[in-house]
């Protein structure tokens, strides 16, 4: 089976670098809470790497697991290997998620996927809940453009039920709600569910006080193309709130606690415009900034996101 | 010297820890509050004997901290609160209630004891109001005492103008488990599919119930019918003790789906086995077992009658007595009728094997295609009906078919299809078949 990576280079997905370049940022927090260096990183390093790449440069990251379920091309993801410490296990995510070990590892596990939420991601979204050390992170990018349908929208509440399972889909959504941006807050609302559900299970028998919590840090919105959602935080037992204070997320103006969505929006401006801007930057008045002829609302977007701002560029290798 | 009396004297009394931590151990969080909607629909029922719930409401509300089920369905008087509502089991003297759902004497009660630790119930009539608040484990203390007492009562009184009969029971100090699943979204998502299945047919009849402000949502159940598709109908009325037990049987085929699939049996509009594809409803008993060509099968037993105890069902409502000799009975009209069903869906399933393009619809499967869902309740039935659907077409009269596929070098495949002057590999086989078979094979 073919991945997305054959049609396109992640690294070139605007939205998506940034993305990568936020959650990097907010990985480093986790200082307070353990040594950065010392997590474990699961996720989907397709032949790019792109994440695996920044995680180990930036944060010597060395345990490193990227799952590849592309199984017919072993040899060209094994030779796209950009570091030694990456381990690829081939085969489904449901499959080799439980063949790793958890126990007391901290992990980061990023699962960026492919397709819209459906019940294998909801199976792999138990599995980490249920078997992540505390302050371990899980966090899941889910496409969620609206569906296609035959003849009236409302048939995408039937599809979301097809995908996730009815008894996933909460009861007050209706039809109109899986329109825009609808089907990445649902989404978001069936993940957190899926994590408290888990939760509750895994918690049943640990004395209180020590019950394992979940704290969302992400709920990104961004589209390189299709509307996608990344959903995520931190797994936590209780008697660690102290240090998960101390990490001071809340201070990051992408760090998001509840359904209101961070929108990752990528400006198209020249390398000119950015660096006049770059010059002027940080600055607390943003009235002030200032490039010719570039529209008001595109200088703010690009303000908000110029620390982890792309530019792509031709080179001749 | 001992007495005599204490002496042979063997204590068989029931305690209330009994009743407290191991009756509630068999019923799920889901059914126990079920059960609490069965009260407020059963106050419905005696409310209006015509069925028609318009007006008629029951809001449940959960929380962390609560758990709240009022209705405005006619309340509990202070008489039948007073004699028999809360005693454990039902008490012989108590009235029959017309085609009543509780009838066991241990819903309510192990109900609210599997919810928490302390219940009010306030409830209001035409003519008493009456308002009971009791701590459990207080309760539990003393041995021998079993009684309840009002905190408030007052049974000569006038429902004031405005004001709407009902009753209102508040939980609170929920137990552990229960206020943790009470905060998960998905257990509210499954706690209304649950009532919704359950009461499906008092929601068709109008009655409004609500949890935590969501509507809940009735899903009458349909069968494909077309003018040579019919599902099978029989009405059958069974005499017990000088009562009438009615029932109504429908089987038939809907939407591929697996989890539907399987009988759905309901005693007086109340749901109580689910898409059963085991020996309870005759799979593997005069019928082959569930097997995913069966998916589209589907099969509605209701039964109903005045005295509640004459229906078969457990005191959970999750299952059949299947003692009951009421369910034996209509057990095998439920074979009998479930067997051409089963046959025909055989039928489907090796015409598909058989078919040479796997895209597309067989000739049955067009048939069923053609087929549109009809709610059972509409369906215009005097007289027993047999499942109807059409015979496998043509295939009756034509010889058995195989197929034959392989593969050879295309350069000899070209060669033939020169000689023979055909354009498709499939005439090049045909044509080499028969030529084979002319020369070696016709006597």
């Keep these: 089976m073919s991945g997305s990576y054959e049609r396109i280079n992640y690294a070139l997905r605007p939205a998506k670098c940034i993305e990568r370049k936020m959650l990097c940022e907010a990985f480093r927090r986790l200082s307070d809470f353990r040594l950065v260096e010392s997590y474990r990183y699961v996720g989907f390093g397709s032949p790019y790497f792109s994440d695996f790449n920044l995680f180990h440069k930036e944060l010597n990251i060395c345990a490193m697991n990227s799952i590849e379920h592309d199984t017919e091309n072993t040899e060209r993801f094994l030779f796209n290997r950009p570091f030694k410490c990456i381990e690829i296990n081939f085969g489904e995510s449901n499959e080799i998620l439980p063949q790793l070990p958890w126990g007391d590892i901290c992990t980061l596990t990023w ?6 939420l459906n019940n294998s991601v909801l199976e792999d979204i138990k599995h980490i809940t249920a078997n992540s050390a505390p302050g371990s992170l899980i966090i899941i990018s889910v496409n969620a453009h609206p569906y296609q349908y035959k003849e009236l929208p409302t048939e995408r509440l039937d599809t979301l039920r097809e995908y996730v399972g009815v008894e996933k889909v909460p009861a007050n959504v209706a039809p109109g709600d899986l329109n825009s941006w609808g089907l990445a807050k649902i989404s978001r609302r069936i993940v957190q569910n899926e994590i408290d559900e888990t939760l509750t299970d895994r918690n049943a028998i640990r004395p209180s006080g020590q019950k394992i919590l979940y704290r969302q840090l992400f709920n990104f919105h961004y589209s390189d193309g299709a509307k996608m959602l990344t959903v995520g935080g931190i797994l936590y037992d209780e008697g660690q709130l102290p240090k998960l204070e101390s990490c001071a997320f809340g201070s990051l103006p992408f760090i998001k606690n509840n359904e209101e969505p961070y929108l990752i929006e990528v400006p198209n401006l020249t390398l000119r415009e950015i660096r006049q801007l770059n010059a002027q930057l940080p600055t607390a008045n943003l009235e002030e900034l200032d490039a010719p002829g570039v529209p008001k609302r595109d200088i703010e977007r690009y303000a908000q996101v110029y620390r982890y701002f792309p530019t792509f560029t031709e080179a001749d290798i | 010297m001992v007495e005599p009396v204490s002496r042979t004297r063997i204590d068989a009394s029931p305690t209330k820890e009994f009743f407290i931590f191991m009756l509630t151990k068999d019923i799920s969080l889901i059914r126990a509050i079920a059960d609490l909607v069965d009260n407020s629909v059963d106050g419905a029922r005696r409310l209006r004997l015509n069925r028609q719930y318009d007006g008629l409401s029951i809001r449940i509300e959960i929380d962390k901290a609560h758990f709240i089920i009022a ?7 202070v008489d039948l609160a007073r004699k028999y509502a809360f005693r454990f089991g039902r008490a012989e003297g108590m009235p029959d209630m017309p085609y009543s759902i509780g009838q066991f004497g241990v819903g309510m009660k192990r109900s609210l004891f599997k919810l928490g630790n302390v219940f009010s119930i306030e409830s209001q009539t035409e003519n ?3 308002v009971v608040t ?5 309760w539990a203390k003393d041995k021998s005492n079993w009684d309840f007492h009002f905190s408030d009562i007052d049974d000569n009184w006038q429902l004031p103008a405005g004001q709407e009969s009902g009753t209102k029971i508040t939980v609170t100090e929920l137990h552990q488990t229960v206020s943790d699943e009470f905060r998960l979204e998905n257990f ?13 047919s008092s929601l068709d009849k109008g009655l409004a119930i609500t949890l935590n402000g969501i509507p809940l949502k009735h899903r009458p159940a349909e069968l494909l019918l077309s003018s040579n598709l019919k599902p099978a109908h029989k009405e059958l009325s069974i005499s017990v003790e000088d009562n009438q037990v009615k029932v109504k049987i429908f089987a038939g085929l809907s939407k591929s789906e697996p989890s539907k699939a399987g009988w759905h049996i309901f005693c007086n509009g109340r749901l109580i086995l689910e898409a059963d594809k085991t020996q309870t409803t005759g799979w593997g008993d005069g019928n082959p077992q569930f097997h995913n060509r069966y998916a589209r099968f589907r099969g509605y037993a209701y039964f109903d009658s005045d005295v509640a105890k004459f229906l078969p069902w457990n005191t959970t409502k999750s299952d059949v007595d299947y003692s009951s000799s009421v369910f034996r009975s209509v057990r095998l009209e439920m074979i009998t009728l479930m067997r051409p069903i089963l046959e025909f869906l055989k039928k489907v399933e090796s015409e598909k094997e058989n078919k040479d393009e796997k895209e ?4 049955l499967e067009l048939f069923i295609n053609d087929a549109k869902p009809e709610i059972i309740e509409r369906f215009e039935y005097n007289q027993p009906q047999i499942f109807i659907a059409p015979a496998r077409l043509k295939g009756k009269d034509k010889p058995q078919m195989g197929r034959i596929s392989y593969a050879k070098p295309l350069k000899e495949i070209e060669k033939i299809k020169k000689i023979l002057n055909v354009d498709t590999y499939k005439e090049v086989g045909e044509k080499t078949f028969e030529y084979y078979f002319d020369l070696e094979c016709e006597e």
């Excluded at chain 2, 209705?71 to 008087?77: H, K």
């Excluded at chain 2, 509210?188 to 499906?200: C, D, P």
Aim: charged residues 25%; contains cysteine; proline residues 5%.
């Design chain 1, 111 to 116: 699962l960026d996927y492919d397709g819209a």
């Design chain 2, 71 to 77: 209705d405005n369905c006619g309340g509990i008087s």
């Design chain 2, 128 to 130: 008493s109001r009456f």
């Design chain 2, 134 to 138: 009791q701590n459990v484990l207080e």
């Design chain 2, 188 to 200: 509210q998502t499954r706690l209304i599919s649950e009532i919704e299945a359950a009461h499906q």
């Design chain 2, 360 to 363: 597309d619809p067989t000739p």
